[in-house]
């Protein structure tokens, strides 16, 4: 079974500096799915980055970037020039990129990034 | 349509009794998904529907649990004979067909909030 291990509980970055969140993984498939997702107090969950385990070069969205490194099986996110709004619980999640019916997220127990102004 | 939906967000009940959750998919969504999420915890894969079909299911999901999706389109969760333990987060995600990226997404809902007193 897959397992996700966020082993940073809490994080605090200074507003528009920058600040790293870990993630590793366990697997022994080679084609999987890894995301980033952000959930603010009491709102939705919503995806932040997605990265195909098949693609060598790091996803970026905007602000949010990825160091994925296979080999490690580790996935970092990356927050640029952090904001107030960026304040919210981070979960890693896996997917298997295998067909059938494994489209389950599997979440680590996250971490809570706080943005002091 | 602006997301998926969740009712009720929050629901206390005693112990022993029958509680039912509903969840609103996005409407060209095919697949959903229920989580649930206890504190400190990252959520956790109870069960999948594709269309109306249950087709994976958590061995979390225990026999006083028990999940419809009746034509393919909203679905429920009924707990039987709730206990404390079932206090939890619940939460509800759906995702577009497979085929193109874009399916590798889940969108989630504002949760419904159980305490089992």
């Known amino acids: 079974a897959q397992t996700v291990t966020q082993s940073q509980p809490e994080m605090s970055v200074q507003e528009a500096e920058t600040v790293t969140l870990s993630c590793t993984y366990d697997?022994?498939?080679?084609?999987?799915?890894l995301f980033w997702y952000k959930q603010p107090p009491s709102r939705q969950m919503i995806l932040v980055i997605r990265?195909?385990?098949?693609?060598?070069q790091n996803a970026t969205e905007n602000r949010f970037s990825v160091n994925f490194q296979k080999a490690a099986k580790s996935f970092s996110l990356k927050i640029s020039d952090s904001q107030l709004g960026d304040a919210a619980m981070y979960f890693c999640?896996?997917?298997?990129?295998?067909?059938?019916?494994?489209?389950?997220?599997?979440f680590g127990k996250g971490t809570l990034l706080t943005v002091n102004p | 349509d602006t997301g998926v939906s969740q009712d009720p967000r929050h629901k206390i009940t005693k112990r022993g009794q029958n509680v039912t959750f509903r969840c609103d998919p996005i409407?060209?969504?095919?697949?959903l998904y229920w989580y649930r999420q206890t504190l400190g915890q990252g959520p956790e894969f109870l069960t999948y529907?594709?269309?109306?079909?249950?087709?994976?299911k958590s061995r979390l999901l225990s026999d006083r649990f028990s999940a419809e999706r009746p034509k393919g389109s909203f679905s429920t969760l009924e707990i039987q004979r709730t206990e404390q333990g079932d206090s939890a987060m619940y939460l509800c995600?759906?995702?577009?067909?497979?085929?193109?990226?874009?399916?590798?997404?889940?969108?989630f809902g504002p949760g419904t909030r159980l305490t089992v007193t």
């Open positions: 995600a759906s995702s577009l067909p497979a085929g193109g990226l874009l399916a590798y997404e889940q969108y």
């Open positions: 697997t022994s498939e080679s084609d999987y799915y």
């Open positions: 990265q195909e385990a098949y693609k060598q």
């Open positions: 999640a896996y997917r298997s990129g295998s067909g059938g019916s494994n489209y389950k997220l599997t």
């Open positions: 409407s060209e969504h095919n697949r």
């Open positions: 529907f594709q269309n109306e079909a249950q087709l994976e």
